[in-house]
């Protein structure tokens, strides 16, 4: 944080020196008599050359410093009469009815008393006041007149660079900052190993209820969801297979959670496919055609879904960290999963079904009948029988 110090001597640099000086406890006197034992600290105390940072310097409100500034000159402080946290407000700005630039300071009311008999003891010997961040004085000046209402200005040769940086310094500076000791959470094998079961547990247990709907809903066309699935589970398990043994590829839960939430994908392009062939069939064209003209039009549907879920991976993956590139690496291997089984195995198993009899007629438990589609069956007409007239 900034400390205000006083800075021995003022302005003229006279001091009157006893062996002992005066108590560090008052920092008027003490400016005016540091004493012997500081003053030969101060003679020995060195600055390094101008433009490299000094050693980390240790700053003790109660005690006498000794600092330097950027241009490497030192300088022997007082103890700390206002801390930086009872600093207001900092800012920058040009001085009213004046040129060039100034740093505005405001103080809190608990340092006012403090600050204005501070500056008219100051104003009275021609003492100098410093202000001292993290070890290093980053400005020190003198007191043109007392401060009372606890609102100063400091002026000088100020470039609008320079007063912005003292301003942000004071600023920040005064920002009282804690530091807690961070929790740490130790999950031992066997809960780990737990977790990671009941994730693939759960994966199951999606994987089935999302087969059992489709067959509940779709019917025989659900046969092609369940070995779609099944073919595209027998996919992702071989390439976690080969990715954890030549890529040193782990299975993590929320690898687990992408590659669940990669069955929902999957259910989709089925769903996307499927209606669009019972639409075509609605319109009175055969199964053979719908399945034709229904995948030109559900395929750029499902490249353009699964083209947004795959960018999705890719954008984690590159930004996020930790186990969440995990998430995204699975999403995105399922995704292209889910590509490769659309096109190369559903699609080529619907093909053959249009050639079976069971699905091509509309049987009751295909999933394409009249009644599963929601045509209305043509009304026959009564059959009458004519008699004859005796």
Partial sequence: MGDAHLVPGGRNGMLQVTQQGAPVNNPLAWSQNPGAEWLQKFSKFTCPPKGQAAAPIVDKADEPLIACNDEGLKLLLSKALIEGTELKSASYGTP?????????????????????????????????????????????????????????????????????????????????????????????????GNQLSAGVYAGIVGLLVVMLYCLVYYRGLGLVVVASLVVAGVMTYGLVLLLSEHAGFTLTLPGIAGLIVAVGITADSFIVYFERIRDEMRDGRSMRVAVETGWARARNTCLAADAVSLLAAVVLYIFAIGVVRGFAFALGISTLIDLAVFFWFTKPSMTLLATRPFFNTGRRFSGLSKATLGIDEPRRPNARLARGSA
């Fill in 96 to 192: 009213q009815n004046g040129v060039g630039w100034a740093v505005n300071l405001a103080f809190k009311s608990s340092a006012r008393k403090v600050f204005a008999d501070t500056t008219t003891a100051l104003n009275q010997n021609n003492g100098t006041f410093a202000i001292v961040l993290d070890g290093n004085v980053i400005s020190y000046a003198g007191v043109n007149e007392p401060i009372l209402d606890g609102n100063a200005q400091i002026t000088g040769d100020f470039k609008e660079s320079e007063a912005r940086s003292l301003a942000n310094s004071l600023k920040y500076g005064a920002l009282p900052i804690k530091f807690a000791k961070p929790t740490v959470e130790t999950i031992g094998p066997s809960l780990a």
